[in-house]
T-cell receptor, first 115, second 112 residues
Framework: DAGITQSPRHKVTETGTPVTLRCHQT?????MYWYRQDPGHGLRLIHY???????DKGEVSDGYSVSRSKTEDFLLTLESATSSQTSVYFC??????????????FGPGTRLTVT | SQQGEEDPQALSIQEGENATMNCSYK?????LQWYRQNSGRGLVHLIL?????REKHSGRLRVTLDTSKKSSSLLITASRAADTASYFC????????????FGQGTRLTINP
């Protein structure tokens, strides 16, 4: 998990509460991504960032928002958590300095349970 | 919609045997990547093959790519217990902005 940390690693929260997950990198990579992993669906992209304050939606962005105010931090917020957002969330980063193709490096994951 | 689909969904073999996993995709790609995920961990990049390449090797890994059939295979030779993991293919689609689309994965179990 080269230089990528996620916090918290585990969280249990109640339906309707806001939740923020943090991804922190020490690699100074330009691109950062948030995925969710669910049985039968593999990994699905929620949002990604291609620079400070530059973000875009992924495949399953409804109910999620993101912010990136510093190169090293990418925050994922569930404004009002629902049971369908119970999942394992992974952050990933990739480097653009040497040009494509871009392999991704993943964090250890956050297991979120919404009751 | 899922771009890549792995086959089989699960594979169980004896240690020392070869393991083959397949990935099919739908749209044109720049490259195709394979990742491994050990239980409870993040994904780890294994190997990348570009759209103009047909075969690539890395240690005990061999990847092939057939763009006419929109398919790829990952071969692990002389399997070891430590190879037990889930394996995912991911495609870097032409119009994507450095985004990867992952398949659902193949769960590989190596029996001692």
């Amino acid at each position: 998990d080269a230089g990528i940390t996620q916090s918290p690693r585990h969280k249990v929260t109640e339906t309707g509460t806001p939740v923020t997950l943090r991804c922190h990198q020490t690699e100074n990579h330009r691109y950062m991504y948030w995925y969710r992993q669910d049985p039968g669906h593999g990994l699905r992209l929620i949002h990604y960032s291609y620079g400070v304050k530059d973000t875009d939606k992924g495949e399953v962005s409804d109910g999620y928002s993101v912010s990136r105010s510093k190169t090293e931090d990418f925050l994922l917020t569930l404004e009002s958590a629902t049971s369908s957002q119970t999942s394992v969330y992974f952050c990933a980063i990739s480097d653009s300095t040497s040009g494509p193709p871009y392999e991704q490096y993943f964090g250890p994951g956050t297991r979120l349970t919404v009751t | 919609s899922q771009q890549g689909e792995e086959d089989p969904q699960a594979l169980s073999i004896q240690e020392g045997e070869n393991a083959t996993m397949n990935c099919s995709y739908k749209t044109s790609i720049n490259n195709l990547q394979w990742y491994r995920q050990n239980s409870g961990r993040g994904l780890v990049h294994l190997i990348l093959i570009r759209s103009n390449e047909r075969e690539k090797h890395s240690g005990r890994l061999r990847v092939t790519l057939d763009t006419s059939k929109k398919s790829s295979s990952l071969l692990i030779t002389a399997s070891r217990a430590a190879d037990t993991a889930s394996y995912f293919c991911a495609t870097d689609v032409m119009e994507g902005a450095q985004k990867l689309v992952f398949g659902q994965g193949t769960r590989l179990t190596i029996n001692p």
